[in-house]
């Protein structure tokens, strides 16, 4: 082995986390030609913690085999998040390579929904058939494979989930008594429908090590670790962040320039187009501003504390959605909570701009206009905070997507419109502003 082909090896294996962020940064050629070079056993290592977009072009740019081989390395979970994202003609030809068992599983995992609990369980999981004796379930546990042993579930004949073991009853009863009587039959479980956000809270409140997840006959199907719920949890979180500012949820801090350009380029030129719009609100008032300069200079407070205000209820709002804390029931609730609070926000934060304005120009409209604005603008920031993602989620889109755009647009555009029309109305009580500063 070369001296590079060696250092990458080691690399790969003692740090596969920081491995996947470099590799994320390669070009797709590169990255097949060293992962060629790798071991299969490190190469499955080092796809598992790859994001499925950028590891499904770099096997299916590797000889068939070698994919192949990789592929079977990856535990069903992320092997069919990788599978998902691959053409195709090449997803059919892999996994008609694969054994049938494998196959089956990963067409299985990857039919289902992005962000459900069975896109997010791992299939791998002992359970025991009810009818065992204590002898036969503990010589069952020593057989098991320890990376599919979570909890001791117990299952009828049919597959259905009957319940589970305490471990301590288990060794405790007589070795050919039956399991039947020690299995507790109130068992918290999750249907394979149920949203990945949902899955997460449920984790975060019950801090199980793992909870089944069970199909709508009752048949257990795997299990969602609580490790695992959590990352996926706080990648959703990331994933949300970005596309509210319009950027795309696969993109990384070491993605190609090429990726970032796709990516965020769309999302810039809506940005622009809305900009026009507070540009073109602000040039009907363009007579106005030039006899009283001050009102330029204003305009960013104005804006500026309404888009806080709007970003605040936003971000509750985004919250709620994704803990179904807002259901159809409560959402005028919310709704007018937002309001309430944004306009007694408003009259405190307009208050003390006003007195400050007023001490800056000793000028009585100056102040009284920018006190209407400011308390104008927040209701309307808090508003649009509220329903903008709960309009897109009517929709059917996702709620985080680019909603800052939005709200940024609703912002400037009732915020200069609001400054500069007050100040058109009491335009007799700005005259001593006049071409000054």
């Known amino acids: ?23 994320e940064s390669l070009p797709t050629d590169e990255a097949v030609r060293l992962v060629r070079t790798l071991p299969v056993d490190v190469a499955g290592r080092l796809a598992e913690r790859l994001v ?47 054994p049938p068992a494998t196959a089956r599983q990963l067409r299985e995992l990857y ?24 002898e036969q379930a ?67 409140s019950r801090r199980f090590l793992a909870l089944p997840v069970v199909g709508l006959d009752g048949q257990l199907l795997g299990v969602v670790k609580h490790n695992e719920a959590l990352e996926t949890g706080q990648l959703e979180a990331f994933e949300d962040l970005q596309k509210m500012v319009g950027v795309g949820s696969d993109e990384r801090a070491l993605s190609p320039v090429s990726t970032v350009v796709k990516r965020r380029l769309p999302w ?38 309404g888009g806080n205000s709007g970003a605040q209820s936003l971000a509750i709002v985004m919250r709620g959605l994704a803990l179904r804390e807002i259901l159809s029931s409560t959402r005028k609730r919310v709704i ?3 309001v309430t609070a944004g306009l ?27 006190f209407l604005a400011m308390i104008v603008n927040m209701v309307a920031a808090s508003l649009a905070g509220a329903v903008i993602p709960m309009a897109l989620k009517a929709l059917g889109r996702d709620p985080a997507q680019s909603a800052s755009i939005f709200l940024t647009t609703v912002t400037d555009i009732v915020g200069f419109a609001t400054f500069l029309g007050l100040a058109v109305l009491f335009m007799e009580m700005l005259k001593p502003l006049s071409n000054t500063l």
């Open 1 to 23: 082995m070369e001296p590079l082909e060696s250092l990458l090896h080691l690399f790969v294996e003692l740090h596969p986390e920081d491995a996947a962020r470099a590799f």
């Open 52 to 98: 499925p977009s950028v590891a499904a072009p770099v096997l299916e740019q590797l000889e068939p085999e070698h994919a192949l081989r990789v592929l079977s390395e990856l535990a069903p979970r992320p092997a069919s998040a990788i599978v998902h994202h691959l053409s195709n003609d090449v997803r059919e030809q892999m996994l008609e390579q694969l």
């Open 111 to 134: 039919a289902y929904p992005a962000e459900t609990a069975g896109a997010m369980m791992e299939p791998r999981v002992v359970a025991f058939p009810i009818d065992l004796t204590v």
């Open 138 to 204: 503990t010589s069952a546990i020593r057989k098991a494979r320890r990376d599919a042993l979570h909890y001791l579930y117990v299952t009828k004949r049919d597959g259905s989930l009957a319940g589970v073991i305490n471990m301590r009853d288990l060794l405790l009863a007589e070795p050919q008594a039956k399991i039947e009587p020690l299995v507790r039959r109130e068992v918290l479980t999750i249907p394979e429908t149920m949203p990945g956000k949902e899955v997460v809270a449920l984790m975060r």
């Open 268 to 305: 810039l030129i809506v940005n622009l187009l809305t900009a026009f719009m507070a540009a073109a609100v602000v040039g009907f008032f363009e007579e106005t501003i030039a006899k009283i300069a001050a009102l330029a200079v204003l305009l960013p407070i104005v804006s500026g504390q």
């Open 336 to 338: 007018i909570k937002e």
């Open 344 to 370: 007694l926000n408003g009259i405190a934060v307009a208050a003390v701009t006003a007195l400050a304005i007023y001490c800056w120009k000793w000028n009585v409209g100056l102040a009284l206009v920018i």
